[in-house]
């Protein structure tokens, strides 16, 4: 009877262990109820944020910054917990016991109702590092007032929640660069094979991934037709502006031809490349805006001007949990300057 209760255990626990499709009813953190708080965080703090941000920053920085901070959490939260895992596992763990699957599944779970005692701490240490990189000064006193620092203490709670669940639950922004965790560690495949350190969460999902490929495809053959027939425009103009020189006297011809327009030049050599997908001349062309990913800002429109609310998953390439929040608009091409505004110092 004894073997028999110690068998049954050892099978639930490898059923549940790692698994996303075994939901525990009795976690109050478990992955749907964690998407229900990621919402009412950006419903409820998110906007008392805004509101107190928006006073010092303009609207698109307000939200870049305050997405900033919630991404940023999550990297640090996900660093944060591998490094323990990494010393429970050196110090503790043995693979060569039987009932070690048991102890990592016992573990994790402990460390579920851990990290919510240990909120505090870590949004104090997270806290710090936001005020070290940020340049603005104004935005300093801003860190410290109370709405913000609600703010990112629900952020870093509900991060570490997600980053403690097994497997962990992932949140996305498509179109953004993965943010690098405060203290980056580099990890082996030998350490995540072996399970000392679990793998860190994507933020990109295949399907994304497939999104965006197509989308780039498309917009890179669109943007390449618009630019020849620009090219073949300014040609045109060009020999207009040749014969009206010539019949109005060598000084209005070396006015008129010059170099082109100033302004011409800029526009007809505005171009995509195709294989690094960079850009020159401060332009660049927009994602589709995906609705069955995102809902609608304050404006719709077919192109996604930028992020608002990331998207949030069951886990790495897993099914959607809530949709995100994106700005839409009719415009195809947008300006890099206004991407690259940043409230961070430039080390």
């Given at each position: 009877?004894f073997?028999?209760?110690?068998?049954?255990a050892?099978m639930?626990?490898?059923l549940?262990d790692?698994?996303?499709?075994?939901a525990d009813?009795s976690?109050q953190?478990?992955?749907?109820?964690?998407a229900?708080?990621?919402?009412?965080?950006?419903?409820?703090?998110w906007?008392?944020?805004?509101?107190?941000v928006?006073?010092v920053?303009?609207e698109?920085?307000t939200i870049?910054?305050?997405?900033?901070?919630?991404?940023?959490a999550?990297s640090?939260?996900s660093?944060?917990?591998?490094?323990?895992?990494?010393?429970?596992?050196d110090w503790?763990l043995?693979?060569?016991l039987p009932?070690?699957?048991?102890?990592k599944?016992?573990?994790?779970?402990?460390r579920?109702v851990?990290?919510?005692r240990?909120?505090?701490?870590?949004?104090?240490?997270?806290?710090?590092?936001?005020?070290?990189?940020?340049y603005i000064q104004?935005?300093?006193?801003t860190l410290?007032t109370e709405?913000l620092v609600?703010?990112?203490?629900q952020?870093?709670k509900?991060?570490?929640?997600?980053?403690?669940n097994d497997p962990p639950?992932?949140?996305?922004?498509p179109?953004?660069t993965?943010?690098?965790?405060a203290?980056?560690?580099?990890?082996?495949?030998?350490?995540?094979?072996?399970?000392?350190?679990?793998q860190?969460?994507?933020?990109?999902?295949p399907?994304?991934?497939?999104?965006v490929q197509?989308?780039l495809?498309r917009?890179?053959?669109?943007?390449q037709?618009n630019?020849e027939?620009?090219?073949n425009e300014e040609?045109?103009?060009?020999?207009?502006?040749?014969?009206?020189?010539?019949?109005?006297?060598?000084?209005?011809?070396?006015i008129?031809?010059?170099?082109l327009?100033?302004d011409?030049?800029?526009t007809s050599?505005v171009?995509?490349?195709?294989e690094?997908?960079?850009?020159e001349?401060?332009y660049f062309n927009?994602?589709l805006?995906?609705?069955n990913?995102f809902?609608?800002y304050t404006?719709?429109?077919?192109?996604?001007?930028?992020?608002?609310?990331?998207?949030?998953?069951?886990?790495?390439?897993?099914?959607?949990?809530?949709k995100g929040?994106?700005?839409g608009?009719?415009?195809?091409?947008?300006r890099?300057e206004e991407?690259?505004?940043?409230?961070?110092?430039?080390y």
């Amino acid at each position: 009877m004894f073997f028999y209760i110690r068998l049954s255990a050892l099978m639930s626990t490898k059923l549940r262990d790692n698994n996303p499709n075994i939901a525990d009813l009795s976690d109050q953190f478990r992955p749907t109820k964690l998407a229900e708080m990621f919402s009412e965080l950006y419903d409820n703090e998110w906007t008392d944020a805004f509101t107190a941000v928006n006073g010092v920053l303009t609207e698109r920085q307000t939200i870049t910054f305050l997405l900033d901070i919630l991404m940023d959490a999550y990297s640090f939260c996900s660093q944060e917990l591998d490094n323990s895992w990494r010393t429970v596992s050196d110090w503790y763990l043995d693979d060569s016991l039987p009932n070690e699957q048991q102890i990592k599944k016992l573990l994790k779970d402990s460390r579920k109702v851990v990290v919510v005692r240990m909120t505090k701490r870590i949004t104090k240490r997270y806290k710090g590092n936001l005020e070290s990189v940020c340049y603005i000064q104004t935005l300093h006193a801003t860190l410290s007032t109370e709405v913000l620092v609600k703010y990112v203490m629900q952020s870093v709670k509900l991060c570490l929640l997600m980053c403690a669940n097994d497997p962990p639950v992932v949140i996305s922004c498509p179109d953004r660069t993965s943010t690098e965790p405060a203290n980056n560690i580099q990890h082996d495949a030998a350490d995540i094979a072996s399970g000392k350190v679990e793998q860190s969460t994507a933020v990109i999902s295949p399907t994304e991934t497939q999104f965006v490929q197509e989308t780039l495809e498309r917009k890179q053959q669109d943007f390449q037709n618009n630019l020849e027939d620009k090219i073949n425009e300014e040609q045109f103009n060009n020999e207009e502006h040749s014969i009206y020189a010539e019949n109005n006297g060598a000084d209005n011809e070396q006015i008129i031809r010059g170099e082109l327009k100033a302004d011409s030049i800029q526009t007809s050599h505005v171009v995509l490349d195709i294989e690094g997908s960079s850009v020159e001349h401060g332009y660049f062309n927009r994602l589709l805006f995906d609705r069955n990913m995102f809902k609608e800002y304050t404006t719709r429109g077919p192109y996604l001007e930028y992020i608002v609310w990331p998207v949030i998953y069951l886990h790495r390439g897993g099914p959607m949990l809530g949709k995100g929040v994106a700005q839409g608009t009719r415009g195809d091409v947008g300006r890099l300057e206004e991407e690259q505004w940043t409230w961070k110092k430039d080390y």
